[in-house]
Structures are given as structure tokens and as C-alpha cells.
């Protein structure tokens, strides 16, 4: 069976990836990190998504971009809350971690050149929210053609490595189909920026926000909401 490394936060779309990667027939290697980020509960989430899955590895890579900063994720800095979906696509905000995307995927290549794994999967997205820069189709294509480069495997021609990114021009209301179609257990997933220690979602966040926009495109129940006893006035209030 072909590996494919997988990039798992432990969100709806990264679990989405995950799931699509094993329907095309991948071992998927799932890999998260412990970057600084501001909370535990995604690592949690991806446990128990790779778990849930059968990933042939889960692996938790430790890197602390807290020295850096320069994000609302990594450093002392307000979360945004209560915007608008206009006002989220205008300019690139603050819980963008600077070149957060790049240092993932280099570490998935690192780890995908040991595994003779020429694929590799992430689950950005443009379509809804455009306003991180490595998210964008340009972006994927770039960091292909420079792993192709920049690595043994690749200059010596053993590997051609390809970076999927299948939701990049997907909606949320249709990844969260697809999702569905998959087997995925949107319960499972964290989304939040700042959820509370039991993972309880803020509801109020840009990730919250577009995450509430896709159920409610997909005219279906979000199971975290469920899962937390949380009904839609009251994450609205």
C-alpha cells in the first residue's frame, strides 16, 4: 500500500484530508505538532481522530514557535472575536502564524523522504477564508516544485513527491459533505482558537464562525455543538 504523511491539527478540514487520503488508498502517517499553540485541546482532537481512522502512525512533533510570536495562537495577543465574514477576508489576521504552513510541511517532507513516501496531504482551504497566505493554490505549488528540489530522494529521481491539498477550492458546507460521505466524526474535531480547558468551542472566533457557516450551508447539526449540550441561540448570544 502507498504511505502518504498527513498533516493532522486536529480540525474539521485537516480530518477531512486524513479521511481522503485513506479513500484513495494511502497508509496515511499522521503528523501534528506542539508549536506553542495557546491550547491542548487540538492535540487531543487529533489523538482521537487518528485513532478513530487506523493511521498506520501518529506522530506529535515538537517545535516551540512561542520564541517567535507574531500570532494571536503564539503569543500574547487578543484572539478576534464577533467579525463579520467580509471583515475575515480582508487582510491577513492575526491568528496567521508566520510561515506556520511551510515549517509543517518541511517536516512532513523530512518525514515522507524516510518513509519513501512520495505524497503528502494538508487540508487548506481558500474558498471560504483567503486570508492566510499559505493556503492559497499558488502556494501548494510552490512548496511542490521546491520539495522536488530539495531533497536527496528527489534530485536523485527515487521520489516525485506531490502535495495534495483536495479541499483548496472546496467550500466548508462541502467538505463537511464529503467529510460525511467519508466517515469522518465531526464530533471529534476541534475547530476553536480559544476554547475553554474541556474543549468547549467560544463559538465567537473566525474558526467558530466559518465552521458554524458550513452546518448551517449544509442544513445539518454540528456534533460538537451536540457533544457540549451547546444550541445554536445560545452559541448566537
Not at 481522530?49 to 515538537?62: C, K, L, N, T, W
Not at 487540508?123 to 493554490?137: F, H, I, K, M, W
Not at 458546507?173 to 475547530?191: E, P, Q
Amino acid at each position: 500500500m502507498k504511505r502518504a504523511v498527513v498533516l493532522l491539527s486536529g480540525g474539521l478540514d485537516s480530518a477531512t484530508a486524513l479521511a481522503i487520503a485513506k479513500s484513495e488508498g494511502y497508509a496515511p502517517y499522521a503528523l501534528s505538532f506542539r508549536y506553542g499553540q495557546r491550547h491542548a485541546v487540538e492535540l487531543r482532537s487529533a489523538a482521537r481522530i487518528a485513532e478513530s481512522m487506523g493511521v498506520a502512525e501518529h506522530v506529535i512533533a515538537d517545535i516551540d514557535l512561542r520564541r517567535f510570536g507574531g500570532s494571536a495562537l503564539t503569543d500574547d495577543l487578543e484572539v478576534p472575536k464577533g467579525r463579520e465574514t467580509d471583515a475575515m477576508a480582508s487582510g491577513i489576521p492575526v491568528t496567521y502564524v508566520p510561515a506556520r504552513n511551510t515549517v509543517f510541511l518541511s517536516f512532513a517532507l523530512a518525514w515522507a523522504e524516510v518513509l519513501k513516501a512520495s505524497d503528502l496531504f494538508i487540508g487548506v482551504n481558500a474558498l471560504d477564508y483567503s486570508g492566510y497566505p499559505d493556503c492559497r493554490p499558488e502556494y501548494i505549488d510552490a512548496f511542490e516544485r521546491m520539495a522536488n528540489l530539495a531533497t536527496a530522494a528527489g534530485v536523485e529521481g527515487r521520489q516525485h513527491f506531490h502535495v495534495h491539498a483536495p479541499l483548496i477550492e472546496l467550500s466548508k458546507a462541502d467538505i463537511i459533505r464529503r467529510g460525511l460521505r467519508l466517515g469522518v466524526d465531526y464530533g471529534l474535531t476541534s475547530s476553536c482558537y480559544d476554547p475553554g480547558e474541556d474543549g468547549r468551542p467560544c463559538g465567537a472566533c473566525d474558526s467558530c464562525s466559518l465552521r458554524a457557516k458550513g452546518f448551517a450551508e449544509a442544513r445539518l447539526r454540528d456534533p460538537l455543538l451536540a457533544r457540549f449540550d451547546i444550541s445554536i441561540s445560545e452559541k448566537d448570544s
